[in-house]
């Protein structure tokens, strides 16, 4: 996934799940960016699904 703030590309799993202790939620899916430390949301299975059409195309 890429940052929305710094567009920095990382995993999901190399983000930072900083929202297990958020008061509000029993763990919200929020990812940090592990550059920047802005709060993505997680891309959807849509999402993802779609971008491996395209790259299926691409080559
Ligand atoms: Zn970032």
Known sequence: MRCGFCGYEFK?????Q???????TSGCKMVKCPRCNYE???????????KKLFKKKEH
Do not use: D
């Open 12 to 16: 999901e799993e190399e983000g930072i």
């Open 18 to 24: 900083g929202c297990k202790n958020c008061p509000m």
């Open 40 to 50: 993505n949301a997680p891309e959807p299975l849509l999402v993802k699904g779609i």
